[in-house]
């Protein structure tokens, strides 16, 4: 099974940053997944945000984060950790932000194999 831990949630500003990270862990979790981040506002369908490949040469934003949010990936392969770096952040970044991995590129939460528990980013205005 694969687990995908978040944190780093929290409450800030608008204007202001937060760092979130992503910690994958399981026997059948392979260093070779994609990783990234969807988020889900209140009354709102979950979207995505962002994804990266296993070695962080290829990343893909939502049209609503770019400039503002950097996705990484440890280069320690042991630590399977993904990041997503929040800056400038507005009242609407406000969601619940889930940790996601699959075998392939996804856009889709269909095309989700894997996801977290989720962590509160509430931005005020």
Same mark, same amino acid.
């Given at each position: 099974?694969?687990?995908?831990?978040?944190?780093g949630g929290?409450?800030v500003?608008?204007g202001?940053?937060?760092?979130?990270?992503?910690?994958?862990?399981?026997?059948?979790?392979?260093?070779?997944?994609v990783?990234?981040w969807?988020r889900?506002?209140?009354? &709102?369908? =979950?979207?995505?945000? @962002? *994804?990266?490949t296993? $070695?962080?040469?290829? %990343?893909? !934003?939502?049209?609503?984060? &770019?400039? =503002?949010?950097?996705? @990484? *990936?440890?280069?320690? $392969?042991?630590?399977? %950790?993904? !990041?997503?770096?929040m800056?400038?952040?507005k009242?609407e970044d406000?969601?619940?932000?889930?940790?996601a991995?699959?075998?392939?590129?996804?856009?889709?939460?269909?095309d989700?194999?894997?996801?977290?528990q989720?962590?509160q980013?509430?931005?005020?205005?």
């Open positions: 099974q694969v687990q995908l831990v978040e944190s929290g409450l500003q608008a202001g940053s937060l760092r979130l990270s992503c910690a994958a862990s399981g026997r059948t979790f392979s260093r070779w997944y990783m990234g969807f889900q506002a209140p009354g &709102k369908e =979950r979207e995505f945000v @962002s *994804r990266i296993w $070695n962080g040469s290829s %990343t893909y !934003y939502a049209d609503s984060v &770019k400039g =503002r949010l950097t996705i @990484s *990936r440890s280069r320690d $392969n042991a630590k399977n %950790t993904a !990041y997503l770096q800056n400038s952040l009242p406000t969601a619940v932000y889930y940790c991995a699959a075998d392939r590129p996804f856009i889709a939460t269909k989700v194999g894997y996801w977290g989720g962590t980013v509430t931005v005020s205005s």
